[in-house]
């Protein structure tokens, strides 16, 4: 059963450590797939609380590092101070990473749509036997892993905190308010060390009894003015100035609401969000009241970063994570038989946009011709 969302958060000093444990928690090693924004800064933070890290990550970053080191840095109000990280190990590969290995932790903090590849690079590796964590956005990659690894060996994870890469070996702690979320995949699994470690080394961190919960409940705030923003090439703000489109986003909220009812999970409050007060505003409230709520939402969990779906759209990126955030939705509406045609047109826009399918400039900045697309599909979904 998922975590009653009100109640109180797991206090860490009553997480009792076994001498086992307590060796593990004083020196790791551990290896970080994907090492971008968010990859980077919880390597980086490991790595200066004394762990054994390498990083997985590109050839710019690597040399960057081989410079300069990896420099993190934080606004003043952040529980963690700025640093610059030297005694970390960057790769360009998993193969290479498993030189160093064996790892008693994997981090996942690739894109969503690069699971599959990284896993395959895994098994073919030897990493040894690692706890495996994902800090993804979606809900699809915590099956994929299990699947691959095996459930008791995978964590859950949601991390809350806008991060960002303003140059290679650098990452920027945009934001103080969010924490880290980790909830077991096994049903008799324990996350309590690992919260301990990253509470202690990286970000504050709470325990969630249901990771699915954990995962939808994030992915609720990653689809606010997400991709119809990427669409148009607007910003947050302008979506939400527009009353159609307003109500437009507040339409496609309302669909994974519905699809996590369906599916009997309840939202869970995340580190800095109250999720189910959210999901209970979209659902009751009036539209002309939850446009302000939304924007100021957005605008003071995502900081300076535009959306990702439109930053990989304005990067020429031929993949979108739009498959895993509205498309998760559409998924789950097909499998408990709800419509959502919403969460379907912002879908399908974006595939084709990436894919190069159709032009940006046909409607970009145009939320006549987005709604226009929306309404066909709302007339298609009631006649099926």
Same mark, same amino acid.
């Given at each position: 059963m998922p975590l009653d969302y009100n109640g109180p958060s797991i206090s860490l000093e009553s997480l009792p450590l076994d001498g086992h444990d307590?060796? #593990?928690?004083?020196?790791?090693?551990?290896?970080?797939?994907?090492?971008?924004?968010?990859g980077g800064w919880v390597g980086g933070r490991l790595a200066w609380s004394g762990h054994s890290v390498t990083l997985v990550g590109r050839q710019p970053l690597a040399d960057? #590092?081989?410079e300069g080191g990896l420099r993190l840095l934080a606004p003043e109000d952040a529980p963690k101070p700025?640093? %610059?990280?030297?005694?970390?190990?960057? %790769? %360009?590969?998993?193969?290479? !990473? /498993?030189?160093?290995?064996?790892?008693?932790?994997?981090? $996942?903090?690739?894109k969503t749509f690069d699971t599959d590849d990284a896993v395959a690079e895994m098994l073919a590796a030897d990493l040894g036997h690692p706890t495996i964590l994902s800090l993804q956005n979606g809900v699809r990659s915590e099956g994929v892993l299990a699947k691959a690894f095996g459930a008791e060996r995978i964590i859950a994870g949601a991390e809350l905190n806008p991060i960002s890469n303003p140059d290679? &070996?650098?990452?920027?702690?945009?934001?103080?308010?969010?924490?880290?979320?980790?909830?077991?995949?096994?049903?008799?699994?324990?996350?309590? +060390? *690992?919260?301990?470690? $990253?509470?202690?080394?990286?970000?504050? %961190?709470?325990?969630?009894?249901?990771?699915?919960?954990?995962?939808?409940?994030?992915?609720?705030?990653?689809?606010i003015g997400n991709a119809s923003a990427a669409i148009l090439d607007m910003s947050t703000t302008e979506v939400y100035a527009d009353t159609d489109l307003s109500r437009l986003e507040i339409d496609m909220?309302?669909? /994974?609401?519905?699809? #996590?009812?369906? !599916?009997?999970?309840? =939202?869970?409050?995340? =580190?800095?969000y109250p999720v189910p007060l959210?999901? *209970?505003?979209?659902? *009751?409230?009036?539209?002309?009241?939850? +446009? =302000?709520?939304? @924007? +100021?939402?957005?605008?003071?969990? @995502?900081?300076? +970063?535009? =959306?990702?779906?439109?930053?990989?759209?304005? @990067? &020429?990126?031929?993949?979108?994570?739009?498959?895993?955030?509205? &498309? /998760?939705?559409?998924?789950?509406?097909?499998?408990?038989?709800?419509p959502t045609p919403i969460n379907r047109t912002l879908t399908e826009i974006l595939v084709r946009l990436v894919q190069g399918r159709i032009q940006w400039a046909s409607i970009r900045r145009q939320p006549d011709v987005l709604?226009?697309?929306a309404t066909e599909m709302r007339r298609k979904a009631s006649q099926a």
């Open positions: 307590r060796d #593990m928690m004083e020196h790791m090693k551990i290896v970080v797939i994907g090492a971008g924004a968010v960057a #590092m081989n700025s640093i %610059t990280v030297r005694d970390i190990r960057v %790769t %360009t590969s998993i193969a290479s !990473a /498993a030189e160093h290995g064996p790892y008693d932790l994997a981090i $996942f903090t690739v290679a &070996g650098m990452v920027l702690l945009e934001k103080s308010r969010g924490g880290i979320g980790l909830a077991p995949v096994a049903p008799d699994g324990q996350v309590e +060390k *690992w919260v301990r470690l $990253f509470d202690e080394a990286v970000l504050p %961190t709470r325990a969630y009894a249901d990771y699915q919960a954990l995962k939808w409940s994030k992915l609720l705030l990653n689809l909220l309302r669909e /994974a609401i519905a699809v #996590m009812g369906s !599916a009997g999970l309840k =939202p869970v409050t995340l =580190p800095g959210l999901a *209970w505003s979209v659902r *009751w409230a009036p539209t002309a009241m939850l +446009k =302000p709520i939304l @924007r +100021k939402l957005v605008a003071g969990g @995502r900081g300076e +970063k535009p =959306p990702s779906l439109l930053y990989e759209l304005q @990067r &020429g990126r031929r993949h979108s994570e739009v498959n895993d955030l509205n &498309g /998760a939705v559409v998924r789950g509406g097909e499998a408990h038989g709800l709604l226009a697309v």
